[in-house]
């Protein structure tokens, strides 16, 4: 019973050491969207770029002293601004943070993303993005950020003849970090 407490003990002492770099928050914002057609736009199709909102919450764990981890959960209004070429998104980025100086950091990471409505549409249910980004820290717990992301995979159903579509996606956003 003794090894048992002082296992739990030295178990619990050791979250406790690694969430002294951890920390929470929330992001919202603008986005810029738009798909990117191969071979090219098909006729008829208006493929103008698509203003909306995000919002999400995000974990940041220190992996070192200038190396963070951020994974989070968000919401994206994205595709393009033609009613059936828009698709909204609940997304899970999964985020590289290398911090520059004190208050600037440049990010990387991929991009999984399930669409939030209809399933029988055109679309794929599921896509990936590669994501790259731009932080600036305001204070000690609000900041600024940019951020760009270039799909991976076509957001078309497989049964569409010879032609891909990848969404393309800025976000200018604010967030808080408790």
Known sequence: MKKTILLFTLLLASFYGFSQDAMYGVRAGYTISNLDFEPMVPSGVENAHRNGFFIGFFGEYGLSKSISFAPEIQFSAEGAKEENLRINYIQMPLFFKFKISDSFSLGLGPVA?????????????FGFSGLGGLEYMISDEFFIDFRYSYGLTSVLDDNTANLEAKNTNMQIGLGVKF
């Open 113 to 125: 993303s399930i669409k939030g409505h209809s399933y029988n549409d055109g679309f794929k249910n």
